[in-house]
């Protein structure tokens, strides 16, 4: 539970960590960075004649539209399974382009000073998910308690559980 592509994380490490993913196809791993320059540049040296192995899903966090450029990084990367984490949402992503993207999954901000969660901004994300054929996964509503995820994660009366389609086997 760290970036692994951090800048203070050197690319030998990091292979070491891609090795033992790919030692063990029968997991998925789920790889998720704020560097999104930096997993694309990785990710296509490391994968230059083929694309990551299904069994790793590569994600970039988009918080806000501020941060959209992320899933234009992760288009431009050789990964198999492309996902965005928007969260916390803090601001409707109504514009986000989702092409070529297998996953998105939802939440809101916990913690002391957290902010409120809009239900409509949820509701876009999902419906523009559900349109385009992606896998979409609303992971919680957020707040100080984190009583507020899990189970209580209940969008227009159901939990939103997807995972993308290409998910190894």
């Not at 800048?7 to 029968?26: H, Q, S």
């Not at 988009?62 to 234009?72: H, N, P």
């Not at 993207?101 to 002391?112: A, M, R, T």
């Not at 409509?120 to 995820?149: M, N, P, T």
Request: hydrophobic share 40%; net charge positive.
């Amino acid at each position: 539970m760290s970036d692994v592509f951090h800048k203070d994380v050197p690319d030998d490490f990091i292979d070491l960590i891609f090795a033992e993913m790919e030692r063990n196809p029968k997991h998925v791993f789920q790889v998720l960075t704020k560097r999104a320059e930096r997993l694309r540049r990785y990710i296509n040296r490391r994968y230059r004649s083929a694309r990551c192995p299904s069994h790793i899903w590569i994600g970039v966090s988009v918080e806000s539209l501020d941060y959209q450029w992320r899933a234009q990084m992760l288009r431009e990367s050789n990964a198999f399974v492309r996902w965005i984490s928007a969260e916390p949402l803090l601001e409707p992503l109504d514009t986000i382009d989702l092409s070529n993207i297998d996953w998105v999954v939802v939440g809101g901000e916990s913690g002391p000073g957290a902010r409120v969660l809009n239900i409509e901004w949820i509701r876009v994300l999902r419906d523009r998910c559900r349109k385009a054929g992606i896998a979409f996964f609303f992971k919680q509503w957020g707040r100080v308690s984190k009583k507020h995820g899990g189970e209580e994660a209940v969008l227009d009366g159901r939990r939103w559980l997807q995972y993308p389609k290409r998910a190894a086997a």
